[in-house]
T-cell receptor
Framework: GENVEQHPSTLSVQEGDSAVIKCTYSDSASNYFPWYKQELGKRPQLIIDIRSNVGEKKDQRIAVTLNKTAKHFSLHITETQPEDSAVYFCAASILTGGGNKLTFGTGTQLKVEL | SAVISQKPSRDICQRGTSLTIQCQVDSQVTMMFWYRQQPGQSLTLIATANQGSEATYESGFVIDKFPISRPNLTFSTLTVSNMSPEDSSIYLC???????????FGPGTRLLVL
């Protein structure tokens, strides 16, 4: 089955700096890669996703890049703010024929310091 | 996106007992899933809840321990049977409007087994 590795496990940045979280996946058939943000005691919230037919997607301060050949995808947060502090999870899925099942990475605890 | 609710939001149970968790969506959805998130850990898929038929379980999860029902397109239940302290986790349902679309999570049920 699919295996998703995520690094780093913890990340501390100064407010205004950029943060990058990286994931690798094992199943070359995976074609959908969402990122979820989970604040303490809250549900995971989708923040951005990318499908395998594009290499990059951006939404304001958040961007995701995908390298299908290397089976890598990354989350980039620019101009970080204290409210960006949370646990971030990457995931991989095979849509349609794979039944939408998500395999999650181990999570990254992001702390944005003032 | 659909509004998802779960009951109960939290519970404390004695070992050997069972707890049924409900997931209700405010609109019809094709896909419903159940995940487990152990303390400080990532999310692991338990099963896909199939309407009108038996759920599809992931490796390591069995129907006798986690029976699932899905009587219609807006409702599902997960039962945690014969509980032990190792079952202490957050249990989350997620939904996708149609096959191949983004999953959104319910608020979760925090379970503590003593």
């Amino acid at each position: 089955g699919e295996n998703v590795e995520q690094h780093p496990s913890t990340l501390s940045v100064q407010e205004g700096d950029s943060a990058v979280i990286k994931c690798t996946y094992s199943d070359s058939a995976s074609n959908y890669f969402p990122w979820y943000k989970q604040e303490l005691g809250k549900r995971p919230q989708l923040i951005i996703d990318i499908r395998s037919n594009v290499g990059e997607k951006k939404d304001q301060r958040i961007a995701v890049t995908l390298n299908k050949t290397a089976k890598h995808f990354s989350l980039h947060i620019t101009e970080t703010q204290p409210e960006d502090s949370a646990v971030y999870f990457c995931a991989a899925s095979i849509l349609t024929g794979g039944g939408n099942k998500l395999t999650f990475g181990t999570g990254t605890q992001l702390k944005v310091e003032l | 996106s659909a509004v998802i609710s779960q009951k109960p939001s939290r519970d404390i149970c004695q070992r050997g007992t069972s707890l049924t968790i409900q997931c209700q969506v405010d609109s019809q959805v094709t896909m419903m899933f159940w995940y487990r998130q152990q303390p400080g850990q990532s999310l692991t898929l338990i099963a896909t809840a199939n309407q009108g038929s038996e759920a599809t379980y992931e490796s390591g999860f069995v129907i006798d321990k986690f029976p699932i029902s899905r009587p219609n397109l807006t409702f599902s239940t997960l039962t945690v049977s014969n509980m032990s302290p190792e079952d202490s986790s957050i249990y989350l349902c997620s939904v996708a409007q149609v096959l191949g679309e983004t999953q959104y999570f319910g608020p979760g049920t925090r379970l503590l087994v003593l």
